[in-house]
């Protein structure tokens, strides 16, 4: 039996889900300087973290699968005509994307989904992982003397999550970080666009810094000022998630302009930032569109109970 160890690294923690006959999830801190945007810097820290916290936690993997955020993945979707196997799709893929970015597709390993054919066409998305990040993913796994068992985009993860708790609906789901915070607009349970914010709520704190003249002050101070400056932290918060608003109102647009009038139907927060009330508040300033979020207990882990979902 596959007891699997599920993980998402990040800036400052790493979260992890652990299934065996029955799931749990547990948050651990992340090596300084050991990791940045999807990339491994120190893979014998990460690696040692993970295995003390393994001993600690007296769980038992013998596989493990990574979530991975990285502003450097690029998912694009594509129509293509249908072709007669495999290897043809994925060069016909691989050829429409060439024509859309400007690097070269040698340094990235591509993965596709199809999700249906439709006036002749075979409609799908693609993910493109810079082949340097999976090597770091790869040699902790060696480390920690496991198998992998998926490696998978936090985009894609969140989905999976989204389409077991939803009926159909156009959504847009927003991870919110301390580091960054990941937009991405779904349509009839397929990805359809993403955007990677880099303006995370250190954004926040650097605004509060600045209104309220305060000395720099740790990540784990911000609740204390969030909750106890209400008039200035809205303020602040306002103006660090302007890229968001832009970002939701473009979403809503392209769901108008593409999908026949359709309209995005749920806005859904989650991450280490969604259960702010006063975000909450902001974002239903922001729009007539429902605000959903995630339940309490996995509002911090919907990233890896997704990358856990098989489809």
């Not at 039996?1 to 999830?25: G, T, V």
């Not at 990574?66 to 050829?95: M, T």
């Not at 990805?191 to 002050?217: I, P, S």
Request: with cysteine; charged share 25%; glycine share 4%.
């Amino acid at each position: 039996m596959k007891n699997s160890l599920y993980i998402e690294l990040n800036a400052d923690r790493i979260k992890l889900l652990y299934r065996s006959k029955k799931s749990h999830q547990f948050i651990v801190d992340m090596p300084e300087n050991a990791y940045e945007d999807g990339k491994i810097n120190h893979v014998k820290k990460i690696a040692e973290t993970l295995s003390n916290s393994i001993k600690k936690l007296k769980i038992r993997p013998n596989e493990c699968s990574f979530c991975i955020n990285s502003s450097r993945v690029i998912i694009k979707q594509f129509a293509i005509s249908s072709l007669d196997n495999k290897e043809q799709e994925s060069l016909a893929i691989q050829e429409g994307i060439a024509e859309v970015i400007s690097e070269n597709l040698d340094i990235y390993s591509m993965s596709y989904k199809l999700h249906g054919e439709e006036n002749g066409l075979l409609k799908g998305t693609a993910v493109l992982f810079p082949k340097d990040l999976l090597r770091g993913y790869q040699a902790v796994a060696r480390r920690l003397k496991m198998d992998i068992g998926v490696v998978d985009v936090s985009q894609n993860c969140a989905i999976k999550y989204y389409r077991r708790i939803e009926e159909n609906k156009n959504a847009i789901l927003i991870d919110l970080n301390y580091h960054y915070i990941n937009v991405t607009l779904m349509n009839n349970y397929h990805f359809c666009l993403n955007k990677f914010l880099t303006k995370g709520f250190n954004f926040v704190e650097y605004y509060l810094w600045k209104e309220m003249d305060l000395a720099q002050r740790q990540e784990s101070d911000i609740m204390h000022y969030l909750e106890g400056n209400w008039n200035i932290t809205k303020a602040c918060i306002r103006e660090s998630v302007k890229e968001l608003e832009l970002t939701i109102q473009q979403f809503i647009e392209y769901t108008r302009n593409n999908n026949q009038g359709e309209e995005v139907q749920e806005i859904f927060l989650y991450g280490d930032y969604a259960d702010i009330n006063l975000l909450v508040a902001i974002m239903k300033d922001l729009t007539d569109i429902p605000i959903g979020m995630c339940n309490e207990k996995n509002i911090f882990h919907v990233n890896v109970i997704g990358c856990s979902v098989r489809e």
